[in-house]
């Protein structure tokens, strides 16, 4: 059965870190890229980073770089987000997902990845 699992989120306050992680079963990660997608409080979801199969980064938000590092093991077969100097606007549920292909490149758009994790809730505050 294919699965994505987040873990990791919660409550930390500002400039503090976290790790998400995003368990894959039912698939080869090292064939697919995974995205990190994140919707804040009433807004749409939007992509945040990707690694492709191949390990190539892509950063597609502004707004974390320098801040937010993507990385796998694809022994353990699973996706991590190193979230350094965390600040309110990042609050949001954050999602990993798959993309539809095996090789297929990162995309930023929701329409180029097939299955998703239940998200996991990141909150920054005091």
């Known amino acids: 059965q294919l699965q994505l699992v987040e873990s990791g989120g919660g409550l930390v306050q500002p400039g503090g870190s976290l790790t998400l992680s995003c368990a894959a079963s039912g698939f080869r990660l090292e064939t697919y890229s995974i995205g990190w997608f994140r919707q804040a409080p009433g807004k749409e979801r939007e992509g945040v980073i990707c690694i492709r199969s191949s390990g190539i980064r892509t950063t597609y938000e502004e707004s974390v770089k320098g801040r937010f590092t993507i990385s796998k093991d694809n022994a353990k077969s699973t996706v991590y987000l190193q979230m350094n100097n965390l600040k309110p606007e990042d609050t949001g549920i954050y999602y990993c997902?798959?993309?539809?292909?095996?090789?297929?490149?990162?995309?930023?758009?929701?329409?180029?990845?097939?299955?998703w994790g239940q998200g996991t809730q990141v909150t920054v505050s005091q």
């Open positions: 997902a798959r993309v539809r292909a095996p090789d297929f490149y990162c995309s930023r758009y929701e329409s180029s990845y097939d299955y």
